[in-house]
């Protein structure tokens, strides 16, 4: 321990009466729950996952648990986030009039995993050979567009936490 007046110059918080946390030096931590469930909304609400068996669409969320935050130590930016998603889609086979209905399923989309090494399971609610055909289908070619949104929330996160940090950054200085 250095003796008074001999520290690290870094530290100076117990020299300032506001005990401001300059350069994010110290532990900082932001909730970025709400935005990412917006953010999720806005991304795969109402995409289309076509393919060429025909169209989908994911016309709901019907869960969306989890949880993000960004976090800031030393200057170094931490992105943490965890969510299980339901998605409810309906599509069309070509040539065909019956609109199909199913639910895709992503129980662990987290900083823990890459977009490539997602478990998503894709479920129909119909036993009929064109709901097989949509399912195989969504499994082959629409979980590439899928994928290419969830990668996208993933940016938009980290993004949006450099470019808060820049900010503040260059406030203080």
């Known amino acids: 321990m250095a003796k008074w007046g001999e520290g690290d110059p870094r530290w100076i918080v117990e020299e300032r009466p506001d005990a401001t946390n300059v350069n ?25 996952l076509n393919t060429n068996v025909g169209e989908c669409e994911i016309t709901e969320i019907e869960k ?22 339901i998605l409810k889609y309906k599509g069309k086979v070509f040539g065909v009039d019956k609109e199909l209905t199913g639910s895709i399923e992503i129980p662990n ?6 977009v490539e090494d997602l478990d998503i399971q894709f479920k129909s609610n119909g036993t009929s050979p064109e709901d097989c055909k949509m399912k195989e289908a969504l499994r082959h ?25 820049l900010t503040i950054v260059n406030i203080l200085k």
């Open 24 to 48: 994010n030096w110290h532990w900082t931590e932001k909730n970025a729950q709400v935005w990412s469930k917006e953010k999720l909304q806005d991304l795969l609400l109402n995409s289309k």
């Open 64 to 85: 969306c648990n989890g949880d993000a935050s960004a976090s800031n130590r030393k200057a170094k930016i931490i992105v943490f986030y965890e969510w299980e998603l």
């Open 109 to 114: 989309l987290s900083d823990e995993n890459s």
């Open 141 to 165: 070619e629409g979980v590439r567009a899928l994928k290419t949104q969830l990668q996208m929330y993933i940016n938009a996160l980290q993004e949006g936490v450099y470019r808060i940090n």
